[in-house]
């Protein structure tokens, strides 16, 4: 993973340092993409699709307070996101049963070690099974690996007989080892349907490794089409290159990566998140205050639509009107809103008076921009104090303010309204 992850973190750097965004510097970069994504063996039409989308998406503009280059960096890790599953999948945290399957040394036993991990620092107790009758020392490989998590470990050999001792083992997580082939063939299908009949385990997991890169499509189908399996575990990530093709691979045959294993120590499995996942390969560090800045966008967003807006919303949006010159002037040309222009001069607003505006909300507690209806008259003295501002300053933004939520409930009923700030742009002026 470390060529596809210092790639991709170049191509975010390089970016980074990018002034102007013309249709040149945008193809040059989904090239880059392209190159890297088809180096680390992800299907090339795959990749063709991303591409497209990122190419068409880049054309449009970002909203307000996004600068073109966030609004890029953050095209391209949603759409990876995308590639990569998307949602991260859910898993039981209650006693269950969990069948590994896979083919010939894909990392089926260890996982069950790694799995009995992961469930212990949960909480819960495990026990394992050994079902591979194939391979002699297969059992003791069990034992061995059972007794460095420390769990009880149970011979399959005799299938019902171990079905019974489970009964001692009531509220554990059950994990069973089955035995590996070269193949999917006839033997190990009804070998996999014969433990999955007498167990009955409500999760069969199949094991890939990651090296298989996009070949993994190709397996976990076979698999699919043979066995009901209900998730997937790429294992192996930290020793290949094709790793993220892998995971791409799972999602294209609607496989469900629950896991992945990256290192041969028994702590090294996590839960698959797609979203931490490319945080990573982007470079976390960078990424983490540029994803915050789209989440907190996202929830103003979802507050305008609402007509619900707060004084950081308030003063953003002030931000635009101004660079935007008249707004009432834009809702003459919008049917019906004709008549809100007088609130709409109401927030032209002069130069000196948006700086004083600026520290009068600063000097305001987090909880008073959020919710100014608590800001009664002790209040009001308190900030104008503190902004060096008279009291009816402060009064006269908190009037212009609920002008501005007014005029924001009114409009709101106009298809995918962005705001007041947004007016001018998404009527074409
Ligand atoms: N580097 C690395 N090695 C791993 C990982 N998972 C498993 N391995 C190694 O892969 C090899 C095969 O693992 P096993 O767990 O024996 O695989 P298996 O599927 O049980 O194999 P069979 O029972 O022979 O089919 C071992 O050497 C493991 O140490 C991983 O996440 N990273
Ligand atoms: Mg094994």
């Not at 609004?71 to 996101?81: C, N, P, Q």
Request: positive net charge; glycine residues 6%; proline residues 2%.
């Amino acid at each position: 993973m470390v060529n596809l992850s210092e790639r991709l973190k170049s191509l975010v750097g390089k970016i980074s340092s990018i002034v102007s965004f013309s249709d040149k510097e945008i193809e040059e970069i989904v090239l880059d993409l392209q190159r890297t994504l088809l180096q680390a063996d992800v299907d090339v039409d795959l990749v063709f699709e991303l591409s497209e989308k990122i190419r068409k998406k880049a054309k449009k503009e970002p909203e307000a307070g996004i600068s073109k280059r966030e609004y890029i960096i953050k095209l391209i890790y949603d759409e990876l996101v995308e590639i990569l599953g998307g949602v991260e999948e859910k898993i039981k945290l209650n006693p269950h049963r969990i069948l590994l399957l896979g083919l010939f040394g894909c990392g089926k036993t260890s996982l069950a070690g790694k799995l009995a991990y992961f469930y212990k620092t949960k909480g819960l107790d495990v026990v394992l099974v050994g079902c591979d009758f194939s391979r002699p020392a297969a059992f003791e490989q069990l034992c061995q690996i059972a007794k460095q998590v420390n769990v009880p470990v149970i011979n399959g050999k005799n299938l019902r007989e171990a079905e019974k001792e489970l009964e001692k083992h009531k509220n554990k997580i059950v994990i069973i080892d089955s035995a590996g082939r070269d193949a999917l063939d006839k033997k190990l299908i009804e070998e996999i349907k014969k433990i999955d009949e007498i167990f009955k385990p409500e999760e069969k997991y199949l094991v890939i490794p990651a090296e298989l890169g996009q070949d993994a499509k190709k397996q976990t189908s076979e698999f699919k089409k043979n066995i009901d399996i209900t998730g997937v575990v790429v294992t192996r990530m930290d020793a290949t290159a094709k790793g993220g093709a892998a995971l791409t691979a799972c999602k294209t045959s609607e496989a469900k990566v629950k896991f992945i294993t990256v290192g041969e120590k028994i702590q090294d499995i996590e839960r698959y998140v797609p979203e931490r996942f490319v945080s990573r390969l982007l470079g976390f560090g960078d990424l983490q205050s540029l994803l915050e800045k789209f989440k907190i966008q996202e929830e103003e967003a979802k507050k305008i639509a609402e007509g619900e807006i707060d004084l950081n919303i308030f003063y953003k949006q002030l931000v635009e009107i101004q660079k935007q010159g008249s707004i009432s002037k834009i809702l003459d040309l919008i049917p019906g809103f004709g008549h809100l222009k007088l609130p709409a001069e109401a927030l032209n607003v002069g130069e000196e008076k948006m700086k004083k505006w600026k520290y009068i909300i600063d000097s305001m507690t987090k909880e008073e921009r959020e919710k100014p209806e608590i800001i009664k008259s002790s209040r009001v003295e308190r900030i104008a104090k503190g902004s060096g501002t008279k009291v009816q300053e402060v009064n006269e933004l908190l009037s212009n303010f609920k002008k501005m939520k007014k005029m924001t409930k009114k409009l709101k009923q106009i298809k995918k309204f962005r705001g007041i700030g947004d007016l001018a742009k998404m009527f074409g002026r």
